[in-house]
């Protein structure tokens, strides 16, 4: 066998090696919620001022709440009990945040690939909470 092989045979298929995980925001799922939470904070700058009590701040709300029930769930490992209920707490939220991505593009707040790709990160999201 090669330097660079496996038993499995094939020039570089070793094994990804993997980052140690030291605080939740090194989670790759915190990452990417706070990103799009940060994305969709920026968009709904140009919401109109009528709906800044209600779509505009749900939204905003919600996205964040996907970030942060991420974090108080990785503090809270140690319980699996609520541990759970914060990964639950946090699909949630990305599910909630989805629902609102939904009604932004329908009323045409946000242009749809737009809409699309924001939706899909928060699918992202959800699986690996799931998995």
């Known amino acids: 066998m090669k330097e660079g092989e496996n038993e499995s045979g094939g020039e570089g298929a070793k094994k990804p090696r993997r980052r140690m995980v030291r605080r939740h925001t090194d989670l790759e799922v ?3 919620s706070f990103a799009a939470a940060m994305k969709l904070f920026a968009l ?3 919401f109109p001022v ?3 009590y209600s779509l505009t701040d749900q939204v905003r709300r919600s996205s964040r709440s996907v970030s942060a029930n991420t974090a108080e769930a990785w503090r809270k490992r140690r319980y699996p009990a609520a541990f759970v209920s914060k990964l639950s707490d946090a699909e949630g939220e990305a599910a909630e945040t989805q629902t609102w991505i939904q009604f932004a593009v329908s009323c045409g707040y946000l242009e749809a690939e737009v809409g699309r ?3 899909s990160e928060y699918t992202r999201s959800s699986r690996c909470w799931s998995t």
């Open 30 to 32: 915190y990452q990417r």
């Open 44 to 46: 709904s700058r140009k």
């Open 50 to 52: 009528e709906e800044r």
């Open 117 to 119: 790709s924001l939706y």
